[in-house]
Nanobody, 124 residues
């Protein structure tokens, strides 16, 4: 089992940047495919980015490609989401998640552990 805690959210103006962090408990962090999801008020939770166990394989939703970068540091049990050129439509609660599946995953149903979420607000 793994516990996840996000940090780094907040309020930023459009065009600005934020870096989210997710720290995982346990000794098996490197065995999990990891992902970031987000949920805006009144909307479904949606996929943002995913990263494989070694950090080599990555995938993003189309609307964040070229603006967001996912990364991980297995030695520190940390995952990051670097968000640049933020837009008001990026406003949401962001969640980190861990999947026991080894391939990249974009469906929330395939993730087994979730953080509590952190608010990101982008003002226009």
């Amino acid at each position: 089992q793994v516990q996840l805690v996000e940090s780094g959210g907040g309020l930023v103006q459009a065009g600005g940047s934020l870096r989210l962090s997710c720290v995982a408990s346990g000794r098996t962090f490197s065995s999990y495919t990891m992902g970031w999801f987000r949920q805006a008020p009144g909307k479904e939770r949606e996929f943002v980015a995913t990263i494989g166990t070694t950090g080599t394989s990555k995938d993003y939703r189309d609307s964040v490609k070229g603006r967001f970068t996912i990364s991980r540091d297995n030695a520190k049990n940390l995952m990051y989401l670097e968000m640049n050129s933020l837009k008001p439509e990026d406003t949401a609660v962001y969640y980190c998640a861990a999947s026991s599946y080894l391939a990249l995953r974009s469906r929330k149903e395939e993730y087994h552990y979730w953080g509590q979420g952190i608010q990101v607000t982008v003002s226009s």
